[in-house]
Every structure is written in structure tokens, then in C-alpha cells.
């Protein structure tokens, strides 16, 4: 790929690399010493940041969005997109107001506060693995090793590094600052491609009559459950850390609000070019070895020197607005949550040193995880159908006093669902009453998993309404 770019294109690409990391480290030499500086930027953040911040950390699949909308075409939009707009929606109408007026920190926190100090540290565990962003690290060594040839391993240790080590430094400030450029470059880069398609090639016409009809319908040839199970792990946006984090964040409760709301509908319209960028892949690449970079692909196609650099900055800052702020909050609930609430009586000023030692574990896992599977929709899937069913019920009933479950049953809910749904993701490579190759009763993990949540759930309010009528 290295000799289909121009000089310009690679000056472009190494400039935004310098440019990045010079803004991360800016912004660390004006940190405070506050606390809330380091972990949520002192609970100012404005609207426009809040949005640039949440829709370029929520959106860094994007090889991936381009593999799936290159094989299925438009049911992309209703496998990755619409499931989670009604979730956004759902958090910002019940959840984004209460979550910024607690004033709290993280998820753990507000375990902490309705269950107790071990359930925090159960919910802070499932927290960590869902932030670990070795998805969005194993895409950046897929896009760095189609750039520059080297092997995976080394992009992964190469990619990992640029992500993140200006978070060690400067915090949440550094991940908002960082963040406000790349949302500017990733709606950038797919707003000038899709232009150069449509000239050079035709509009609607030339899609409808070069791609297989299954690109226009809206399962795009995959079965119910398949499409189904999406709308179940999209439900994880409801205990999505990085929206908690952005709400506590906020400088208060209508621009936590109104932040997701906006951020929905720049999500809306980004999905539609990278949709319609797919469909051009497909018709004009018919036949790639590999669709993950059916982007790139596109782009070298027909992309001239300079736009080609440029659009190649956009893929690399929608990964990394990804990676860099899924590791910060690796690394906060390592830190803070885990490690300095299981180290009582520690001042505030070792959090800090906590959550960059959590930084740095984080960065180990990740690549370690992206290495072992080496695949972005099986991490994507086994982490959502672990983590979701964990927390979905006892997290989203916290919020209610008389919908909240007692600590015991919290506890148990969590602990008993990621063992059902790991479980279920174990039987798909073992040979349990002969479901190898597929998982157990040819169900999705997440469906026995939330299964049990809700049995547990309503066990616990039955338990709750008979102590009442006894009057103990």
C-alpha cells in the first residue's frame, strides 16, 4: 500500500500522528491537581465537546462497518445503527439527567452507593473488561499493517502506543481535546469520498444496477436471530461506561441530555455515508480478498494524492477517538475502582498513579486479546454478551428506590449471568451434548444470560413485596 501513496499523502498521515500526540501533551501540562481534572476534565464539559467527544468514542468500528455494509449492504444500517440509536434515545430520556446528578465518578460508584462495596468491585471487574478497546486496537493493526506492511503483532504494539500514550499523561482532558479534532476529521474524510464515487461512477443508478439485490433488502440474507441478537447487545449502550463517563462529566444535566440527542443524529448521518461507501466498495470492487478493507480499498481506487491522505487520517482518527478513550476508562476503573477502593484509606492523589498503572495493564490485555482471536465481531459479540446480561438490570434499577434490587440479589444477578453466557459461548467450541461448532440449543449467549438477570430480578421483587405483606 506504502507505494500507492503520494509523498504528500505521507506527510499528511505521519503530520496528523505528530499533530495528535502534540495536543495530548499540551493539554497534560495544564492539568490541575484536582482529582476531577485528571478523570472527568472538572465537570465542564460544554455541549459541542460533549458531542464531538461521545460520537467519535462511540463510532470506532468503522473497518468493520465497512466489511459488513461491503457483504450485506444496507441492513447495516438497521444491524449497527438503528438498535443503537433507540438505545442512545432510551439513555438520554431516563438515564443521562440522573447519571449527572449524582455527581459520582464512574459505574462502580453508583453500585457502590445502592450495593455495597463488593458488588462495586464485581461490577467494576465486568467494567474493565468491557473497556479493554481490543477490538478497536486489533482494527488500527489491520489498518496500520494495509499501510505500511508490517506484521500484525507490530501494529498492534505500534498502534497501541500512539493511542494512548498521551492519555497517560494528560487524562480525560487530553482524550475530550484529542477527540474534538477527530470528530472534524472522520465526518470529513467520508464527506469527501463519497462525492468522488458518485462523479466518477453514477448515482443511484449505477448502485441498483452493479450490486445483488440483497444488498437492498433489510436483512441483507442473514436470519432473524442473527439481525435480533444485535438489538439485545445494543442494550449495552444502557450500561455503556463512556456515556456514564460524559454525563459526570457535563457541566450539568441538560447537556448530558441534549448532548446524546445531537450526538444521534450526527450518528444517523455518519452511518449513512459509511453505508453508501460500502454499497460503492461493493459495486466497484466486486471481488475483494478481504472486505475489512473495503474502505481503503475504495480509496485508493478513487481518491487523488492529498484527498487519499487525508481520507486515510479520517479511517485512523475514528479508531483511535475510540481506542484512547475506552483505555482511559480501562485504566479509571483499574485505578480508581478496583485497586484504589480495595486500598482504603488512600488519599486521592494515588489515583492517578493507580490509573496509569491500569493504563498500562490495559494496553497488554488488549493487544494480547486482539492477537489470540483476531477478530473485531467475535470480541464485539462475546463482550457484549458477557458484560450486558452482568449489568443491564442491576445497573438500570439502581437508579429507581423502589425498583432496586437488595445487594444479594445485585450481586448474584451479575455473577450468575456472565456464567451462563460464558458458558454458552464455551459450548460453541466444545462438544456439549453435540453443539460443537454452534452454541448450546442454537441460542445466542446473550439471550440465557439476560434469562437469568430477569429470573433473578423477579425473584428478588417477589422476595421484596413478601417481606412487605409480612410486615418484617
Known sequence: MLEKLSKADIIIILGYFIFII???FRIARDRGKDISQFLLAGRQLTLPSFIATLVSTWYGGILGVGEFSYRYGISNWLVFGVPYYIAAALFALFLAKKARRLELY????????????????????FVFVMTVPAAYVLML???LQFLFGWSLMVGLIIGTLFSTCYVLAGGFRSVVRTDVLQFSLMFGSFMMILPFAVYQYGGWEYLSTHLPATHFIWHGGNGAQYIFVWYFIALATLVEPSFYQRCFAAKDEQTARRGILYSILFWIF?????????????????????????YLDLGVKVLPPVALGLFITGLLSTIMST??????LAAMTFGRDLI?????????????????????LNGVLAIGIAFLLQSVIRIWKDVGSVGTPALLIPLASSFS?????????????MLGSASISGLWIASRNAHWFGSAGKYLLGLEPIYPGLAFSILIYLMNQIHLRLKIQSGS
Do not use: H
Open 22 to 24: 502534540g495536543i495530548g
Open 106 to 125: 464512574t459505574i462502580p460508584d453508583q453500585l457502590a452507593r445502592c450495593y455495597g462495596k463488593t458488588a462495586s468491585i464485581v461490577g467494576a471487574g
Open 141 to 143: 493493526a489491520i489498518l
Open 270 to 294: 455518519f452511518d449513512f455515508m459509511t453505508t453508501f461507501t460500502g454499497l460503492y466498495a461493493r459495486a466497484i470492487l466486486t471481488s475483494l480478498a478481504d472486505p475489512v478493507t473495503a
Open 323 to 328: 481506542i484512547d478513550s475506552y483505555s482511559f
Open 340 to 360: 484504589w477502593r480495595l486500598k482504603e484509606n488512600q488519599s486521592e492523589e494515588t489515583i492517578q498513579k493507580y490509573t496509569r498503572w491500569g493504563l498500562l
Open 401 to 413: 428506590s423502589r425498583f432496586r434490587m437488595t445487594k444479594f440479589y445485585a450481586i448474584l444477578s
